[in-house]
């Protein structure tokens, strides 16, 4: 048996962010990751030549928790280059122009789905606060697309750009998430779209993690899957499938919404967290890492919403070779390691480009996450993300699916990180006070 203050569990970048903020408070923590690596949904990995993100990899100035952890770190963002070409199917037909051809037929669609952005979340790190909010929760952004007065061209393309937003299928898709998405980008939907996709972090997101946990004094225990919480009123006891035991006062579990029910924790988290938790996030598709042949053109490229892989941009170019990042609303539709297939895949994107290698990840069939990033379905705000912030006793959950912001990016898992480290702070420090007052002598007269 192992003791100390506080247990996290889970050492992506909010389970890293509340060890190194309790830790530094002087509370005894010790850190749980089942892997063997830490960051999470995050993993810088040699492929390919290079040193290739296989999944969260953006970050922006809109987003104020990342961008304050890389300036507190000396770590500078690091902009792409512009876009010169753009491809895209539309109504079965190819079409070829300038990247700014592109952005230019999505713009009108956007600023028609996008327009209450701000109106339903007029306080976007708040996104409860609007009451009216429940009344458009339940709308798909299918059905939220469909709505508009749009021509065939425009609705597909809009539908193909939402496609890669969520990175999965917009018929349970929650139109609420496009709106919080736009509301935390100043209500713009090209700045939210540069968001996506425009800096990355100098020397990677292992970089970023590296140091936060260097900052920290916290045990870190890696390949420790947690397989059994049991919490009373004195604490917290921990289970790892190794046989493992630790114990402590207050726990802090920072895992991705689709595994919370593959532990066994007595007394049971409520039923609406446990459902949630069933019921997952709607980011199921796939990142696709391909070699080509040849110096291309820095080019951009969408395709059919339902396609295996629907969006592709020239990310590096070197003299000899491009290397491609790819996305697909569907991890079951493409083998990302099957060359071949992508091949074929980018056929019908971009003609003429040569298939060298494929790296990739796949997030949905990996047990320790079992989705990308994390976009919600319909009804998850209003009817789950409160409880899932709640505390169960001595257990509060963090990570990029219950944050209140940038939900689905890093700045979300930072900031609940952030949140989950002080209400556990509270936590400690109460009790340390109940029971030093507890033990002061009674004085009689």
């Known amino acids: 048996m192992e003791t100390s203050d506080v247990i996290v569990v889970g050492a992506g ?14 509370h005894k923590t010790t850190l749980l990751e089942a892997r063997d690596r830490i960051a999470g949904r995050t993993h810088l990995e ?47 037909t190819a079409h070829q122009g300038h990247a700014d051809d592109l952005l230019a037929l999505l713009d009108a669609p956007n600023q028609a789905l996008l327009a209450d952005a701000r109106r339903y979340f007029p306080l976007p790190w708040s996104p409860l606060a609007n009451p009216e909010v429940a009344d458009i929760d339940g709308i798909t952004l299918s059905e939220a697309i469909d709505r508009l007065d749009l021509t065939e061209e425009q609705r597909r393309i809009l539908r193909s750009f939402w496609a890669l937003n969520f990175n999965g299928k917009l018929d349970q898709a929650a139109y609420t998430q496009a709106l919080r998405w736009c509301a935390v980008a100043t209500g713009s939907w090209q700045t939210m779209f540069e968001a996506c996709a425009s800096f990355k972090v100098e020397g990677g997101t292992r970089r970023l993690a590296e140091a936060i946990l260097a900052d920290s004094t916290a045990d870190l225990r890696l390949n420790q899957k947690v397989v059994s919480i049991v919490q009373d009123g004195s604490g917290v006891l921990v289970q790892a499938a190794d046989g493992k035991q630790f114990s402590a006062r207050q726990l802090v579990l920072a895992l991705p919404l689709g595994v919370l029910n593959d532990i066994d924790i007595h007394p049971a988290l409520s039923p609406a967290k446990r459902q949630a938790a069933a019921r997952g996030q709607a980011g199921r598709g796939a990142k696709l890492w391909i070699k080509v042949k040849g110096r291309q053109e820095r080019f951009v490229a969408m395709g059919p ?8 941009q020239a990310e590096y170019i070197d003299e000899d070779t491009t290397t491609l990042v790819c996305f697909g609303p569907d991890a079951a539709a493409i083998d990302v390691n099957d060359a071949e297939a992508a091949q074929g895949i ?87 006070a109940n029971s030093a007052n507890s033990a002061q002598p009674v004085l009689s007269a």
């Open 13 to 26: 970048f909010a389970g890293l962010v509340a060890a190194r903020e309790l830790s530094r408070r002087g």
């Open 46 to 92: 040699e492929h390919l030549g290079r040193n290739l993100e296989l999944g969260g990899t953006w970050v922006h100035w809109t987003q104020p928790f990342v961008w304050a952890e890389m300036g507190r770190y000396g770590i500078n963002p690091v902009p792409g280059p512009d876009f010169t070409t753009a491809y895209w199917t539309a109504g079965g």
């Open 305 to 312: 919403e339902n396609a295996p892989l629907n969006f592709v």
């Open 346 to 432: 980018l056929d019908t994107l971009v003609p003429g480009l040569e298939v060298l290698e494929v790296a990739g990840h796949n997030w949905v069939d990996d047990e320790y996450s079992r989705s990308t990033w994390p976009m919600h379905y319909t009804g998850y705000l209003t009817g789950s993300l409160a409880e899932l912030q709640r505390p169960e006793g001595r257990i509060r959950l963090a990570g990029s699916d219950f944050a209140n912001g940038w939900g689905g990016f890093i700045d979300g898992a930072i900031e609940s990180g952030l949140d989950a480290a002080r209400a556990v702070n509270a936590a400690l420090d109460a009790e340390a």
